[in-house]
């Protein structure tokens, strides 16, 4: 009986939503040139999820267009951005949701990846085009991510895997877990 409560329990937790993502907006910092924009740009280009990039060289700033049914990987985004020399200051994904239920700190399932919601409303429902944006070390400037780690009790912001804030089942699988807010 204990096992089929914790797994109902793990069900709402972890709530698995029917939403895709089809575009991001990421913006770079250090950069100084056009050169810089340019070689962000080529290793962005290079992911295969990726349809098409368009470049904003004044803001420093990407807006990433995603292949229809792509597996979206935030940590494959930033990981190009550093490779070409740079850091994320900002990365927002924007995604197409139909009445997936969201709340201050649940974990929700989006494309294979867990999604853990800050300071949003309790009972809210996304539906139609939302903008998540990516709070968690690495994905924003130093000042602007004191402002999620201040809040305390989440732990995992600065790890991105599940720590004791977490449901113990994505504890237990050692989960990447991404924070966002709306």
Same mark, same amino acid.
């Given at each position: ?90 990365? $927002? %994904?924007? =995604? @197409?949701?139909?009445?997936?239920? +969201? ?9 294979? /990846?867990? !999604? ?8 809210? $429902? %996304?539906? =139609? @085009?939302?903008?998540?944006?990516? +709070? ?9 991510? /004191?402002? !999620? ?34």
């Amino acid at each position: 009986m204990k096992k089929i409560f914790f797994s109902i329990a793990v069900l709402f937790i972890a709530i698995v939503s029917n939403a895709q993502f089809t575009s991001a907006s990421l913006t770079a910092a250090g950069l100084t040139c056009a050169m810089c924009t340019k070689a962000i740009f080529t290793t962005l280009e290079k992911i295969p999820s990726i349809q098409r990039v368009d470049t904003d060289i004044k803001n420093s700033s990407f807006v990433i267009y995603f292949k229809n049914v792509s597996d979206i990987d935030p940590d494959v985004l930033k990981s190009a951005v550093e490779q070409a020399g740079f850091s994320v200051a900002k990365l $927002s %994904l924007t =995604g @197409s949701f139909n009445n997936v239920p +969201v709340s201050n700190n649940a974990h929700v399932s989006i494309g294979g /990846k867990i !999604y853990q919601f800050l300071q949003v409303k309790n009972t809210t $429902s %996304l539906n =139609g @085009s939302q903008t998540l944006t990516l +709070v968690d070390r690495k994905f924003l400037s130093i000042k602007e991510f /004191k402002k !999620y780690e201040t809040g305390g009790g989440h732990e995992c912001l600065k790890t991105g895997k599940a720590e004791a804030c977490c449901p113990k089942t994505l504890v237990a699988d050692n989960s990447r877990i991404y924070h966002v807010t709306l």
